[in-house]
């Protein structure tokens, strides 16, 4: 009989050939066709278009054209046998069609790039599986496997795991937004790699709210934060850091050239210590503590203003009444305050910088809790698991991730 061709849903194949009982019915349905000729769940989820479907699961081309040179004289060879595993139609036997060019003397085979990659077994669909697994919380690769063949009936090694997710020898990780605002917070998480202490680092984006980079160390140290700060900034614009008070901050910013915002909640969090130890003790007069949390307090309001003017006012109101102040809240003004006031008031000049690193406290939170932040075993464990919550969360708070070139 003659080959007849249809056209199919732009999502599937691009051509039938058709039985004459498939015409036992009236004009066959090209979508309940493909059904019946996938017997045991045997088809496949999405087929390249220009491709034709022949009887007994046989694919060829409909205009082959030579991938090495383009050229359309090819001659038609034999059928070469594949075996995928197509989503959840399980294992699956198709014959694709060979060709030899007669131009350049080259082979190539009939792909179906849509479904499978070539040389792989496993569909492309797994891979799409594996991230939304990943991205609803930390998972190894044994749990991984074991959720794979619990829901799909199907056990990848490790490794196809390991090769689905990407994971490679980087030791960061890069979001792809295109435009970034110059307003950014930088902080650190410790966590623990096979039972080893080690560090992420995170530059964070305060006005889009998503993350830039991250990195794991195995120490923080002034080279260490400065070149992952260094490389991450290359080519995005900067106007201000905001980061938590350790000492060697303060030059590494500056030598970025960017200005530097200490953390406000970091400063509260610090004196706020001193403070309520000494509200515990019992060798503290009660009359004491009420006047240790008075001047707490007007500490405080120095930096709950978004005016300079107000800030120093009631900061030289705080200074007149000095020997009256306890002498705990003496050495904070006396060896913090003061030194540190013009990388504390940053903020009251620009409303769009973050006083606080709250923003990227409340992204390890919700990327990392507690409970799982101990159970990675590898750098790129981490890292696949981070990549996949840096994608939820982007996508999240509305950007759109731009693929690497």
């Known amino acids: 009989m003659s080959v007849t061709m249809l056209s199919t849903l732009k999502t599937n194949i691009s051509q039938i050939q058709l039985l004459l009982s498939d015409f036992s019915n009236g004009v066959p349905e090209p979508g309940k066709i493909i059904v019946e000729r996938f017997l045991m769940d045997n088809k496949p989820y999405h087929v390249n278009k220009g491709v034709v479907l022949l009887l007994n699961n ?18 038609r060879q034999e059928f070469r046998e594949r075996n995928p595993i197509l989503g959840e139609f399980g294992d699956c036997r198709i014959s694709v069609r060979r060709y030899l060019c007669k131009k350049c003397g080259k082979r190539f ?10 040389n792989h077994r496993y569909a492309s669909i ?14 190894s690769l044994r749990k991984l496997g074991e959720d794979l063949h619990t829901f799909f009936g199907i056990s990848p090694s490790h490794q196809s795991i390991k090769n689905w997710l990407k994971i490679g020898d980087e030791k960061r990780i890069n979001n792809h937004i295109p435009d970034y605002s110059g307003y950014y917070c930088y902080d650190e998480q410790y966590i623990k790699i096979y039972g080893r202490k080690s560090y992420r680092l995170t530059l964070f984006d305060a006005l889009l ?12 140290d002034y080279t260490t934060v400065y070149n992952f700060l260094k490389s991450v900034l290359a080519d995005k614009p900067l106007i201000t850091i905001t980061t938590d008070h350790k000492r060697m901050y303060n030059s590494i910013i500056e030598k970025l050239g960017a200005l530097h915002q200490l953390c406000i909640f970091h400063l509260f969090k610090m004196i706020g210590k001193d403070v309520y130890d000494r509200l515990k003790s019992k060798a503290v007069s009660y009359r004491n503590k009420i006047k240790l949390c008075i001047y707490f307090t007007k500490i ?13 006012e009631r900061l030289n109101k705080l200074l007149n009444k000095y020997d009256d102040i306890p002498r705990v809240l003496q050495k904070w003004i006396r060896k913090k305050i003061i030194p540190d006031f013009e990388r504390l008031n940053i903020f009251m000049r620009d409303g769009s910088i973050p006083k606080t690193n709250n923003q990227v406290e409340n992204y390890y939170r919700q990327t990392d809790p507690n409970q799982i932040k101990r159970k990675y075993k590898t750098y790129q464990g981490i890292l696949a698991f981070l990549t996949r919550k840096m994608e939820y969360w982007t996508s999240k708070h509305g950007k759109i991730q731009h693929p690497t070139s």
């Open 126 to 139: 797994f891979k799409e599986k594996i991230d939304g697994l990943v991205k609803t919380g930390y998972r």
């Open 109 to 118: 085979v009939t792909q179906l790039n849509l479904i499978i990659e070539p």
């Open 58 to 75: 046989h694919f060829e081309l409909v205009n082959p054209i030579c991938p090495y040179c383009g050229s359309y004289h090819v001659i």
């Open 209 to 220: 709210n998503i993350p830039i980079a991250e990195g794991i160390a195995k120490k923080i």
């Open 300 to 312: 405080k309001e120095i930096f709950r203003t978004y005016h300079f003017d107000i800030a120093i």
